[in-house]
Every structure is written in C-alpha cells, then in structure tokens.
C-alpha cells in the first residue's frame, strides 16, 4: 500500500517513532537542492511537512519527542548539528563546525544523553573521518573510538546501548564495509570484509 502518493521527487531516509505511529522521511527534488523532512501515519494519511534546509537523515530521541540533524550554512561556511521537537518547533543548535570540518549521520544515544555524529574532516589530500559523541547537555564534544576511516557513513545504535552499527569506507576507492564500534570503550571492529558496498 502507498503511504504516500508517488511525487516527481526521491523519498528517502525513513525514521520509525518509537511507538511505530509516523514515519519520517526526507524527500529530495532535483529543482531544489535542499531536504525537506516530512511525517506521515504509518497506516497512512496526510502528510505534513516538517522542516526544510537539511543535510542529513534525522535521528529521534527515545522518546521521540525529538530530532537531530544536520544543516550547512553556506555564507558561515559551517555545518551545524541542530536539535529540534518532534513537530520542528524549538530548533536549537547544539554544534558547528567550520569547513573543512564537517559533522553528519547523527545518531541519538539509547540513554538520551548525547548524540554520536561521524566527524568528518575534507583535507585537502585525503578525508579523516571518526565518531564523536556530543552531549545534549551542554553541546560538549569526545571522542568515541581513536580509529580512522576514509568516511563514515550511516550510524545506527544497537538497542541495548553496547555500541553502533556504521558503514564506512576505509579509502577513498574502498567498497562501503560494515564496521561494528563498542561503547564505551571505542574498540571497533570490521563485521564485513568483501566485495560488496554495503549502502542504504
């Protein structure tokens, strides 16, 4: 069943609420570079629109009352990691990072505290990419694994907050690989190791 009318746009990035009543999802137009995140009932039913100008999926809190993304302020040259209500009101920005730096795919800790985002720096010669945990709190930043990729990618939280889930790219050439990163102690681990890119 169609939840949602087919659209001249891409949809894409669904987000579940906790108690499985919407969805979220982002919808890209080619006449217009910017994501729009919209909800729908998940029985289907009118869509609204949320909020507009991001650059990442979002992530939800546990109790989804909630969101986190990302969004670029091209004239400030900086990425923002931006908090806002489940319903986009109340945006707050929790972090920046000026270019070359970036920060993207947040994903919100099982126990509400903080939010894991890839920390991404574009050098010039070659990309450095981490996790970096950021605390609701305060928007205070620490390392969550000393270990470097080429790029992180999608960063989804195992269910009993033992660690995340990421994809990544070990070199600028290499297939998308499945890592797996233990919390709190920063020990990744590579779960795939073959031919395949593992994108979503």
């Known amino acids: 069943q169609n939840m949602v009318p087919p659209p001249d746009a891409e949809y894409f990035a669904l987000r579940f609420t906790p108690d499985e009543e919407y969805v979220y999802f982002l919808e890209y137009r080619t006449d217009n570079d910017l994501l729009a995140l919209y909800t729908v009932p998940t029985l289907g039913g009118t869509t609204r629109k949320i909020l507009t100008g991001l650059n990442s999926p979002i992530t939800l809190s546990p109790d989804g009352r909630r969101l986190a993304f990302t969004r670029i302020d091209r004239e400030k040259q900086e990425v923002a990691l931006m908090v806002a209500n489940a319903d986009g009101s109340d945006i707050r920005t929790l972090a920046t990072r000026a270019f070359p730096l970036f920060l993207n795919n947040p994903a919100w800790a099982p126990d509400g505290k903080f939010i894991a ?12 990419a981490t996790v970096v945990a950021i605390s609701l709190a305060d928007g205070a930043e620490q390392p969550m694994t000393s270990t470097r990729w080429h790029e992180a990618r999608q960063l989804a939280w195992l269910a009993d907050g033992s660690g995340l889930m990421l994809t990544v790219t070990d070199q600028e050439l290499s297939p998308v690989q499945i890592w797996r990163l233990a919390y709190p102690s920063g020990d990744a681990q590579r779960v795939t190791n073959d031919l395949n890119s593992y994108q979503c």
Do not use: E, I, R
């Open 117 to 128: 985002c890839a920390s991404v720096n574009f050098g010039s010669s070659s990309n450095s």
